[in-house]
Nanobody, 117 residues
Framework: QVQLVESGGGLVPAGGSLTLSCTAS????????VVWYRQAPGNQREWVAA???????NYADSVKDRFDISRDNAKNEVYLHIYGVRPEDPATYYC???????????WGQGTQVTVSS
């Protein structure tokens, strides 16, 4: 059974940094494409960063130059590094990876990021 678990969220001061982790079981996550989304209360879900199976990365314009996605093959984890946290960054952050045969995506339960002024 495939399971994704996000962690690393919490309260961070504006301008601070944090790293979110996506840990997988039942799948070699670091050989799959992974996408990070976020959703703030009352807002639509927003794609923020992605990494392909080959390691290429892509970022939403709203987070480019502040977010960095990376992975650790040995730990089977994918990370989202957030630098210079802004007031628009608080949200629940989710990692996803595609299911086989186009049957949708696996999702984690999310990890919440809040910002203190």
């Amino acid at each position: 059974q495939v399971q994704l678990v996000e962690s690393g969220g919490g309260l961070v001061p504006a301008g601070g940094s944090l790293t979110l982790s996506c840990t997988a079981s039942g799948i070699i996550l670091t050989s799959k494409p992974v996408v990070w989304y976020r959703q703030a209360p009352g807002n639509q879900r927003e794609w923020v960063a992605a990494i392909t199976s080959g390691g290429a990365t892509n970022y939403a314009d709203s987070v480019k130059d502040r977010f960095d996605i990376s992975r650790d093959n040995a730990k089977n984890e994918v990370y989202l590094h957030i630098y210079g946290v802004r007031p628009e960054d608080p949200a629940t952050y989710y990692c996803t990876t595609p299911k086989p045969r186009g049957l949708g995506d696996y999702w984690g339960q999310g990890t919440q990021v809040t910002v203190s002024s």
